[in-house]
């Protein structure tokens, strides 16, 4: 990997970073949970400021309708069917080639959290080795516990942000730890903050927090979310720890508004399960789901718990298929056009054992198109 410091003249200038703060950055490793509209920001503007490993996780797919927001992909990605996570490391290994890449196509869950976070799926060097932050990029709050969860357990900061309609938001969670279990230097007090359960004890209840679906969504608030929990990020890894905002963001810019929520104190007067009971209900699985509705894409994921960690037979279940349908598939997934009752529906399958029902918001209808096409 070249050391040449030249590309990053510009940010090496700024107070508190420098080289030193610069060998940091390509001394450091990143989790990017999700590589949807805020991860491929995220990923982009890390691997341009030269952090030096990039784990990238997401379950999904590439679509035409992503590319409003989805800085990393272009519409030779839709039509080729690339997962994002891959399609991302192949644009960052155009774009910084000091920067690792490691591409997981796979869904976030209980079941791998903590081996995505401890090093279990870097590459090389990195391997084995515990990633030095999680960064947020995910839809959903039971992903957003989970990550939370690995973090206060392991030590290892989280950086949260989240953006639907023109709002967002974005904090980061430097965990308070039991001595000698952090996996971050100087993780104690005065810089320590609050969790993201100690802030929201529990998700809004199904139906009452908008989504894509229901409020759409607007790039620039995309943007200026991700581009924030960037900023958060280097001052982590740059160990400008007493630069990281002890506030929560939230802005709205269709009503013109940028606030920081003063949240500090959240973890003294409360009783948190994670931070103060170190009850981690997430990551051990008590919480988690089979099936997840996706942000703004009438569809359903399955998780198949028999079929993960296996290897679909994709040739055989395609010939099964292509008597319903247009079938597509490639190394990495199968997908078929599928007309079951009169409804169209379109059914991708992961190696993973995974599935996702376009068509649908209702996970009794995807159950029934999975069992029916690709079995119980």
Known sequence: MSQNLDRYHRQMLLPGFGEEGQRKLLGSSALVVGCGALGTVIANMLARAGVGHLLIVDRDFIEMTNLQR????????????????????????????????????????????????????????????????????????????????????????????????????????????????????????????????????????????????????????????????????????????????????????????FRQFKVAKAYDVGDCRCCKHRTFEFLDGKFGSSTTTLCGRNAVQITNKEAAGGKLDFKEIGKRLEAHGTVKLNKFMLRADITDHGEPYELTLFTDGRAIVKGTKHANVAKGVYAKYVGA
């Open 70 to 257: 989805q800085v990393l992909f272009d519409e030779a990605d839709v039509a080729n069917a690339i997962p994002k996570a891959q399609a991302a490391k192949n644009k960052i290994n155009g774009i910084n080639s000091d920067v690792t890449v490691t591409a997981v196509v796979e869904d976030v869950n209980h079941t791998n959290m903590e081996k995505l976070a401890l090093g279990g799926y870097s590459e090389g060097a990195w391997a084995g080795k515990p990633v030095d932050v999680i960064v947020d990029g995910v839809d959903n709050f039971e992903t957003r516990y989970l990550a939370n969860d690995c973090a206060v357990k392991h030590g290892i900061p989280y950086v949260y942000g989240g953006a639907v309609g023109t709002v967002g938001a974005s904090y980061a969670v430097l965990p308070h730890t039991e001595s000698g279990d952090a996996a971050w230097e100087t993780a104690q007090t005065p810089n320590a903050t609050p969790c993201l359960r100690c802030i929201f004890e529990q998700a809004p209840p199904p139906g009452l927090n908008p989504t894509c679906d229901t409020a759409g969504v607007i790039g620039p608030a995309v943007s200026i979310v991700s581009n924030y929990q960037v900023a958060e990020t280097l001052k982590i890894l740059t160990g400008n720890l007493d630069r990281v905002s002890p506030t929560m963001l939230n802005l709205d810019l269709w009503a013109n508004t």
